[in-house]
């Protein structure tokens, strides 16, 4: 099995390349996906963010209210890690049970969009960035997503830096151009993680490692 781990900036297109990663046959666990899961309602996760949060962070519903504890712990170092310290950990089980029945020979790829903030690169077998400018992100998020310019850039100031980003990637994927300019990039990626795996199949070292930037990026 080849671990990998996959983060990006907000707004740098790692969700595309997770699709076109799992396209080809990766095995990929989403860890944003996930940490929706794991506070489903009826599920031990979410009875413990109301007990810590209150029953006003949800919704009429029974479900989970993002939006109103995103409000709470948003610029909150101590609300936040209160939050991350009851999602983190089941985020990581289930995590674990999905890779466990991806089977000895897949290419495993843990989407985790703050891979570098939380020092999570060590857990891989090697780490791909998808990278993007700050102007390329921030013309994504107001113009596809629809965040006002205020909120966009207050949202990419709380994660880790681009250079933070770079300094931890094995591969980078330079998405700053079109989507057609993205595809033969990661269709690379692919074919050097498949090598890889090969690789670590019949025996072989760690000489040839990918190394950053071994995608083509533009960085």
């Known amino acids: ?5 996959l983060t990006g900036g907000i707004g740098a297109g790692k969700s595309e390349v997770s699709r076109l990663l799992a396209a080809y046959g990766a095995v990929v666990v989403d860890a944003d996906r996930i940490a929706r899961e794991v506070v489903e309602p009826g599920t031990g996760g979410l009875a413990a ?3 810590e949060f209150g029953p006003e962070v949800l919704r009429a519903d029974g479900t989970l209210d993002r939006p109103r ?3 709470i712990v948003f610029g909150d170092p101590g609300r936040l890690a209160a939050l991350n310290a009851i999602v983190h ?3 990581g089980r289930r ?6 029945a991806a089977g000895p020979d897949a290419i495993v790829v843990h989407d985790v969009p703050l891979l ?3 020092g999570l690169a060590p857990l891989y077998d090697l780490v791909v960035v998808v990278d993007a400018s700050s102007e390329t992100r921030l013309e994504r998020l107001t113009r596809l997503r629809g965040m006002g310019e205020e909120e966009a850039r207050s949202r990419m100031a709380a994660q880790a830096t681009r250079q933070q980003r770079l300094a931890v990637a094995d591969l980078v994927i330079d998405n ?3 989507l057609e300019a993205l595809e033969p990039q990661v269709k690379r990626v692919w074919e050097a993680l ?7 199949q019949d025996g072989a070292g760690q000489d040839g490692e990918p190394r950053q930037g071994d995608a083509g990026a533009d960085s």
């Open 95 to 100: 995590s674990a049970e999905l890779e466990a």
């Open 1 to 5: 099995m080849l671990k990998v781990g």
């Open 176 to 178: 700053d151009g079109p």
């Open 194 to 200: 498949r090598e890889r795996a090969s690789g670590r």
């Open 89 to 91: 950990p089941l985020v």
């Open 116 to 118: 570098t903030e939380n």
């Open 69 to 71: 504890l995103g409000a």
């Open 49 to 51: 963010v109301v007990a």
